[in-house]
């Protein structure tokens, strides 16, 4: 019996050794792929937490930037569109960020393709990296762009604070100058009321007391029928001897009163309320203004200065008396002079 066994031993093929050999090899390289699955992953998720940090920062910065930002709205809004370029930047990161994950989330399930998964997240981190770097480029190219307008913002309050205490400084110059202007006014209107005065009472001492003449106010009230016939602007010997008297006195008047003193005698030409209608007057306004100019023309013949004389014909529209009687269209009719400023 135990002859038979060891015949049929040396016999028998073994089989077992090499079964173990194969098994052996199989569990090595199964140990072998997944270590260099484990190291892959490893670095790929030290690659991923680091853009993760850099993206955070990102979004800090950016942050951060908004609120800058946020101060500038006024001159700001070219910057708004780089902004907002810079943020597409930012999406476009995310999703190339989250295109990776999905690399990394697929090496779980393809172990065979680890080096050309590898290689190819290599080659995204990479763009993810120049995608980075143009952000940021942009991030200091806002930066020096808000520092620039901050600087003309300064320079703007600058020149704002100049030019509102030139204003200051010029309404009180101003003020000054009117204060002064007002007192030297005044100054001329006394000058030129005493005057005024000398020469009413001058021309009355030489006029004497003719009920034709008279003195309302300010003003020589003389009848036109002192000067003219009726319906007529030709002056009457008689009324060219009272403006002779009145031209002396005017000529040495010119001459006591200052040149800076701008002073005139206003000739005035009134009517009554009747109507003319003459050959040579349409109405009487044209009546009023020839005796007035008719007057003012002998006035400078005689030598009185013209820039200081004036013309102007009223007609009937300043009656001295409303009543309709001869006795006050007697009145009305009339030659004024009054000494006045320009």
């Known amino acids: ?43 790929l998720s030290q690659e991923v ?30 910057l708004n569109d780089q902004l907002s370029q810079a943020r597409a ?12 994950k999905g690399l990394y989330d697929g090496l779980a399930g393809a172990g065979s393709n680890a080096e050309g998964r590898a290689t190819e997240l290599n ?15 942009q991030i200091e190219v806002l930066n020096q762009q808000i520092s620039a307008l901050r600087r003309q913002l300064a320079a703007l309050e600058e020149a704002l604070d100049a030019s509102e205490k030139r204003d200051k400084e010029s309404q009180g110059r101003i003020a000054d100058l009117g204060s002064r202007l007002n007192v030297a006014l005044a100054q001329r209107v006394q000058e030129l009321s005493r005057y005024r005065s000398e020469f009413f009472g001058r021309l009355r001492a030489i006029l004497g007391n003719r009920p034709d003449i008279r003195i309302v106010g300010d003003r020589f009230v003389f009848q036109s029928e002192v000067f003219f016939d009726t319906g007529q602007a030709l002056l009457l010997p008689e009324g060219k001897a ?19 003193i701008a002073w005139v005698l206003r000739v005035d030409g009134h009517t009554d309320v009747r109507p003319i209608n003459s050959p040579l007057f349409k109405s009487n306004w044209e009546l009023s203004s020839a005796r007035a100019i008719s007057v003012v023309q002998y006035l400078v013949s005689l030598g009185v200065p013209a820039q200081r ?14 009543a309709p009687t001869e006795e006050a269209y007697k009145r009305n009719r009339r030659i004024e002079l009054k000494l006045t400023e320009r």
């Open 89 to 100: 930047g930012l999406a476009s990161v995310e999703t190339e960020r989250d295109r990776i």
């Open 1 to 43: 019996m135990a002859l038979a066994r060891s015949r049929r031993n040396e016999t028998g093929f073994n089989y077992w050794p090499g079964f173990v050999d194969a098994l052996s090899t199989l569990v090595l390289s199964i140990v072998f792929l997944l270590s260099v699955f484990l190291v892959v992953q490893f670095f």
């Open 123 to 137: 080659k995204a981190l990479d763009s993810e990296k120049a995608v980075s770097s143009r952000t940021l480029a």
């Open 309 to 322: 004389l004036v013309a102007a014909g009223f007609a009937e529209f300043q009656p001295l008396d409303t």
């Open 242 to 260: 009272e403006l002779d008297k009145l031209a002396t006195a005017l000529i040495d008047l010119d001459k006591q009163i200052p040149s800076e």
């Open 49 to 78: 937490t680091g853009k993760d940090k850099a993206l955070e920062q990102l979004n800090a910065k950016i942050a951060q930037l908004n609120d800058l930002l946020s101060l500038e709205k006024l001159s700001g809004l070219n």
